[in-house]
């Protein structure tokens, strides 16, 4: 079992920056994978960005370059800086463990209890 507490969304003007965070414990093993997934109204699940924990990154093509994934492998936690926040980035983001990476269609794993993000114009 793995535990994910998300934190750091809000309101923000379009335009904006926001910086989300989640700390993962519990059975996080060796070689994982951790990232951020959003869900609009309406919308389906969608990754936003996943990073190993060796490092490799993989991005939602909308999203690159204007948000940047980070983490910090000695305290199991993974930051996502979003700047440049657009209307359309209004959604419930997720944070999420999986035990590896198979590609942006594929819903695996744990999943934090959701942080809002709202974007206004």
């Known amino acids: 079992q793995v535990q994910l507490q998300a934190s750091g969304g809000g309101l923000v003007q379009s335009g904006g920056s926001l910086r989300l965070s989640c700390a993962a414990s519990g059975s996080i093993g060796g070689y994982n994978v951790m990232g951020w997934y959003r869900q609009a109204p309406g919308k389906q699940r969608e990754m936003v960005a996943v990073i190993t924990s060796g490092g490799n990154q993989y991005y939602n093509d909308g999203m690159k370059g204007r948000f940047t994934i980070s983490r910090d492998n000695e305290k199991n936690t993974v930051d996502l800086e979003m700047n440049g926040l657009k209307d359309e980035d209004t959604a419930m983001y997720y944070c999420?463990?999986?035990?590896?990476?198979?590609?942006?269609?594929?819903?695996?794993?744990?999943w934090g209890q959701g942080t809002l993000v709202t974007v206004s114009s």
């Open positions: 999420n463990w999986q035990p590896d990476y198979k590609g942006p269609l594929y819903f695996r794993g744990y």
